[in-house]
């Protein structure tokens, strides 16, 4: 079995990949992992990577899109390879079974590592092989993943080499680590004839932040920085004036950014990510009212039934009863 520190260096030999696709994960994180593998096959003319797609229990994995992705096998019946990738998104507390956890526990040994894609370090966690390790998980689960695993050193990096163990956030990121290890095995000509052919904007660094705060098709770097820094604090709210300072503008020129470039002023663009933010954690989380109204910087919860019933036309409680 290889390790991450010969997976991640030159070789003309095969890399033998499964890739447990859980229930729930999103066809964008499983392209995201397959489809680097197979350009960087075609682009060399011979298997550099060679790959299969097993779930919990053999059957089709059903996706968040409404597609059922083929398997072919079950999780239990893989003798082994030299990297597992597991690639989960939404529910994964509930596709996270006893069965699962203790069968991912009882064949770890069978790889020489182990790699979680968006909420796949859940998985990984629960069955404790992250302990000791950095990792890192999508950006909407940093906190309550710190929180729930203290042996784990989580960082907001797109993906995390620590050891035997890989975690990258997203779909994005796991196409940025897909890139480094085509890169550092096959070589930076292909890597990047791999970008090329998805006009994939290339981007090696693995520590850069999950939320650049990027607005398509927007002209004024000034608004993505602004957003950066609403998004990186929306606990404890900065107020305009602060972030417009700290931009070097006026308070002015930045609601004139802003309106040019979303049509509103920052002040609510602040307030609807904060709203945006707490719907996302009734969906997700069972977290108490409370703790989400805090969270998003409201002082209490009254204050924020009234905002979210403004925005959304339902209060938090009859929004968390229909989920």
Known sequence: MAYTETIFAPSRATLDIAVLVLPRASILEVASVLDPMRNANR?????????????????????????????SGALGDVAGADLLMIVSGF??????????????????????????????????????????????????????????FPGVEVVADRYVRAGRRLTAGGAGPAADMMLH????????????QVADSFLYDRHADATRPQRPGRVPGARDRRLSAALTMMGEALDAPRPIPEIAAALGLGTRRLEQIFRDGLGTGPAACYLDLRLQAARRMMSDTDHPLLEIALRTGFSDRSSFSRAYRRRFGQSPRESRAGR
């Open 91 to 148: 529910d994964q507390a509930e596709v996270a079974t006893r069965n699962l956890i203790a069968t991912l526990r009882r064949m770890a040994g069978r790889f020489g590592a182990i790699a979680g894609i968006d909420a796949g370090p859940w998985i990984m966690a629960r069955a404790g092989l992250l302990d000791g390790h950095r990792a890192t998980v999508h950006w909407e689960d940093l906190e309550d993943f710190a929180a729930a």
């Open 181 to 192: 290890l085509i890169g550092t095995r096959c070589g930076l000509g292909v890597a990047g």
């Open 43 to 71: 682009q060399m003319a011979r298997e550099a990577f060679r790959w299969r797609v097993i779930t919990p229990d053999g059957r089709a994995a059903p996706l968040t899109c409404g597609i059922e992705l083929p398997a």
